[in-house]
T-cell receptor, first 116, second 111 residues
Framework: GAVVSQHPSRVICKSGTSVKIECRSL??????MFWYRQFPKQSLMLMAT?????????EQGVEKDKFLINHASLTLSTLTVTSAHPEDSSFYIC????????????FGPGTRLTVL | GQSLEQPSEVTAVEGAIVQINCTYQ??????LSWYQQHDGGAPTFLSY????GLEETGRFSSFLSRSDSYGYLLLQELQMKDSASYFC????????????FGTGTRLLVSP
């Protein structure tokens, strides 16, 4: 099956710094990528949807100036958590859908962010 | 909007059969999916039901009743490695076809 990678898998940063997380589709072109956040023992909450070459669409309650999303190519989307605070500590998971398919969505392995 | 409700936790023993239910409320319906997630890992796709009835994939089966807005995941011959969280999910009706997840069920399989 298709593979989606994320980097880094784990990051620890100081409060106030910015962190960039990369999501890549390795063997297919992803016109649409999704970013989810998951707190311990909770479900995946969709943060935003990004389409290659256009601005991301954010879910209600997600600060677009804090969570910057760039879908620069058909294989790469990045999420930057700006001025991170301890409450931003979470598991961030990206997902990618192949162009033209509405049935199959592939998930990355996730990035564990810890803000001190 | 979409909402999907699942039991928070289910326990069972090895070799048993367990059913995880999912009830949903959606503004449009484009099929029900099931995902498995082990602690610290990514969700992995298990099954998808677009139409009413039972879909069987090895030890796992999934059922859908659109008239009841209800589905379930059936796990047979449980193994210790099946201990994980299970999520039902639906696509919303927007152009992006976003995948919205249920509340999740934590399955604990004991010896």
């Amino acid at each position: 099956g298709a593979v989606v990678s994320q980097h880094p898998s784990r990051v620890i940063c100081k409060s106030g710094t910015s962190v960039k997380i990369e999501c890549r589709s390795l063997d297919f072109q992803a016109t649409t990528m999704f970013w989810y956040r998951q707190f311990p023992k909770q479900s995946l909450m969709l943060m935003a949807t990004s389409n290659e070459g256009s601005k991301a669409t954010y879910e209600q309650g997600v600060e677009k100036d804090k969570f910057l999303i760039n879908h620069a190519s058909l294989t790469l989307s990045t999420l930057t958590v700006t001025s991170a605070h301890p409450e931003d500590s979470s598991f961030y998971i990206c997902s990618a859908r192949e162009g033209g398919s509405t049935d199959t969505q592939y998930f990355g392995p996730g990035t564990r962010l810890t803000v001190l | 909007g979409q909402s999907l409700e699942q039991p928070s936790e289910v326990t069972a023993v090895e070799g048993a059969i367990v059913q995880i239910n999912c009830t949903y409320q959606t503004s449009g319906f484009y099929g029900l999916s099931w995902y498995q997630q082990h602690d610290g890992g990514a969700p992995t796709f298990l099954s998808y039901n677009a139409l009413d009835g039972l879909e069987e994939t090895g030890r796992f089966s999934s059922f859908l009743s659109r008239s009841d807005s209800y589905g379930y995941l059936l796990l047979q011959e449980l193994q210790m490695k099946d201990s994980a969280s299970y999520f039902c999910a639906v696509r919303d009706g927007t152009g992006f076809q976003k995948l919205v997840f249920g509340t999740g069920t934590r399955l604990l399989v004991s010896p």
